[in-house]
Antibody, heavy 119, light 110 residues
């Protein structure tokens, strides 16, 4: 069974750093792109970027370039999303999702990680 | 890349049909046959319901169907069930491993 399991909810202060994770199982993790998607206040879904764990090739949506870092460790089937200095506006739910490349769709999603940034 | 445009809400009584539109441009919806639809219940992750405009993943009821005409894609839910009450988002591939999502539609079963 394909699963993406994300790390738990986080509460941070502005300026702090954070790294959240997404662990895949039940499939050949390195061979599928993994995307990170932001959802603020239960509204729009926004693609932040996508990574190919096999060689860590990463592509960012322009509005997120330089704001976050996406990485992966294929040896432990895990993708990451990190911030070096959080802002209150980073408060959101973050999902990872597997891209089924042949179908250009996101067929499996993690359960989401809620990040709250507040002083 | 601007978000695809969806109506904020749609509704229908049990057993009726509801259709949700998703309007993009000739660079996304109109160019690629890679439109997907996702269902999201409150507090849950999105779930893939339709891919490649018309195809249903295994396990998705055939009450859900997709179509496309020009720059507008549509999702139809026939024979509405109470469990179909959820938010629905469309998405389209826009090249170079990039996608754009729709603004979301809240479907209410009356």
């Amino acid at each position: 069974e394909v699963q993406l399991v994300q790390s738990g909810a986080e509460v941070k202060k502005p300026g702090e750093s954070l790294k959240i994770s997404c662990k895949g199982s039940g499939y050949n993790f390195p061979s599928y792109w993994v995307a990170w998607v932001r959802q603020m206040s239960g509204k729009d879904l926004e693609l932040m970027g996508i990574i190919y764990p096999h060689d860590s090739e990463t592509r960012y949506t322009p509005s997120f370039q330089g704001q976050v870092t996406i990485s992966a460790d294929k040896s432990i089937n895990t993708a990451y999303l990190q911030w070096s200095s959080l802002k209150a506006s980073d408060t959101a739910m973050y999902y990872c999702a597997r891209e089924e490349q042949q179908l250009a769709t996101f067929d499996y999603w993690g359960q989401g990680t809620l990040v709250t940034v507040s002083s | 890349q601007s978000a695809l445009t969806q109506p904020p809400s749609a509704s229908g009584s049990p057993g009726q049909s509801v259709t949700i539109s998703c309007t993009g441009t000739s660079s996304d919806v109109g160019f690629y046959n890679y439109v997907s639809w996702y269902q999201q219940h409150p507090g849950k992750a999105p779930k893939l319901m339709i891919y490649e405009v018309t195809k249903r993943p295994s396990g998705v009821p055939d009450r859900f169907s997709g179509s496309k005409s020009g720059n507008t894609a549509s999702l139809t839910v026939s024979g509405l069930q109470p469990e179909d009450e959820a938010d629905y988002y469309c998405s389209s591939y826009v090249a170079s491993n990039n996608w754009v999502f729709g603004t979301g539609t809240k479907v209410t079963v009356l």
